[in-house]
Nanobody, 125 residues
């Protein structure tokens, strides 16, 4: 079972780090993606990391501001979010694809097999 946590309130220009953890699964065997959904908008894929080679992908909307990474020892995948903007306000979800090795564009369009509960990020002054 996946769980995203670490959301909260941040000021514009601030930072937050989201974590994606799993019970009963080793995340090293999965491609992990971060998606978000703002009120009244469709789900948006924003970042993912593949199972093989740990290739990383980012949506243009977050490129240069967000960083995805793994900590195998903690069985956790992080999304470091810097230079936050009000338009980053959304519920953020992590998702997983067993032995996944597709490109970011594929995952952002089609999603992944397993989804966790989301965490709300609010960027506001």
């Amino acid at each position: 079972q996946l769980q995203a946590f670490g959301g909260g309130l941040a000021q514009p220009g601030g930072s937050l780090r989201l974590s994606c953890a799993a019970s009963g699964a080793t995340l090293d065997y999965y491609a992990i993606g971060w998606f978000r959904q703002a009120p009244g908008k469709e789900r948006e894929g924003i970042s993912c990391i593949t199972y093989i080679g740990d290739r990383t992908y980012y949506a243009d909307s977050v490129k240069g501001r967000f960083t995805i990474s793994r900590d195998s020892a903690k069985n956790t995948v992080y999304l470091q979010m810097n230079s936050l903007k009000p338009e980053d306000t959304a519920v953020y979800y992590c998702a997983a694809d067993l032995f996944g090795n597709y490109s970011g564009s594929y995952y952002f369009a089609y999603g992944m097999d397993y989804w966790g509960k989301g965490t709300l990020v609010t960027v506001s002054s």
